[in-house]
């Protein structure tokens, strides 16, 4: 089940609205693909990104997967919870699978994200 109260890119990450701050992960579609997830290599705290810029790089047991910025801004936290257990991507890539909060510059660049229906079409036809 794709969670309506987020927004989704046609790389496959989600990003749910917090005021002017934008919580980032993978989509359960995204993770399902890679398989066990093995490794994150997480954003920097405090460096700044565009929308569509590479932040991340998740390592799964049969691929190697670059994690773009669905906003632009700055990364004000990281997920650090990964370092330790990147499994929680695949366990709950919707809640502690999170992996960066962006302190949006330009919130009307969420208007040009997927809605989770949207996702949904999207996804059927890969």
């Known amino acids: 089940m794709t969670p309506t109260d987020r927004k989704y890119t046609r790389e496959h990450e989600w990003v749910q609205i917090n005021g002017k701050q934008a919580i980032v992960g993978i989509t359960n579609y995204a993770q399902n693909e890679l398989g066990d997830v093995v ?3 997480l954003p920097e705290t405090g460096s700044v ?24 801004g700055k990364i004000v936290k990281v997920n650090e919870a990964l370092q330790d257990n990147p499994e929680l991507i ?5 809640k502690d699978g999170w ?7 330009d919130p009307d ?6 809605s989770a229906e949207e996702y949904a079409d ?5």
């Open 39 to 41: 490794f994150v290599d």
């Open 90 to 94: 695949n366990s709950d890539p919707y």
């Open 49 to 72: 990104v565009e929308a569509n810029d590479e932040m991340a790089v998740v390592e799964s047991v049969k691929a190697v997967s670059d994690i773009y910025a669905p906003v632009s």
């Open 99 to 105: 992996i960066s909060i962006i302190e949006m510059s």
């Open 122 to 126: 999207f996804t059927e036809g890969e």
């Open 109 to 114: 660049e969420v208007d040009e994200l997927m």
